[in-house]
């Protein structure tokens, strides 16, 4: 249930910023879009973007899930969904500003990558402090998602950057 209402929410809002774009921009236009069209292209493009970021949170959801059963640990699917939900608003705010300045600072090289995933994990187990999780169910959570994330960054890596 609490993932239904956060894309929910992620819907309406992309939703309400896309309608309120396209008559902005449908303004400017001489031909314009009667207001139907612009509703029925919001409605798609809401749907695009809430598909993307189910796609990302069912990512950390299941990797979550990996680890909570590889390690035979007692956590409760609400405090996955929970966990996954927090980890994702992280990773699509907070961890693109840290990207951008490692990229800044370093390069676009595998150092700025790991100082990234390092700074991942360090993020992900204060998100657990914050949701009261075991210390060392945090660490494997943290740990665990944290290498998934970097796998996907070295290997977008190493595809567009020929070593």
């Not at 929910?8 to 992309?14: G, K, N, P, R």
């Not at 299941?62 to 966990?83: A, C, K, P, R, Y």
């Amino acid at each position: 249930m609490k993932i239904l209402a956060f894309l929910s929410v992620i819907f309406l809002v992309a939703f309400l910023l896309l309608i309120w774009f396209l008559q902005y921009e449908n303004k400017k236009d001489d031909k314009k879009d009667n207001l139907l069209t612009l509703i029925v292209m919001a409605i798609i493009f809401s749907l695009v973007i809430t598909m993307v970021i189910a796609l990302f949170l069912f990512l950390i959801i299941g990797s979550t899930n990996v680890i909570e059963i590889l390690f035979s640990f007692d956590i409760s699917t609400n405090q996955i969904i929970v966990i996954a939900i927090s980890f994702l608003v992280y990773w699509l705010t907070v961890d693109n500003i840290l990207e951008k300045v490692f990229k800044f600072l370093m390069g676009e090289n595998i150092y700025a990558i790991l100082s990234l995933s390092l700074t991942r994990v360090t993020a992900f187990y204060m998100i657990g402090i914050m949701i009261k999780l075991n210390a060392m169910i945090n660490l494997s959570i943290s740990a665990g998602v944290g290498t998934v994330l970097l796998a996907m960054d070295v290997l977008y890596f190493l595809k567009y950057n020929k070593l």
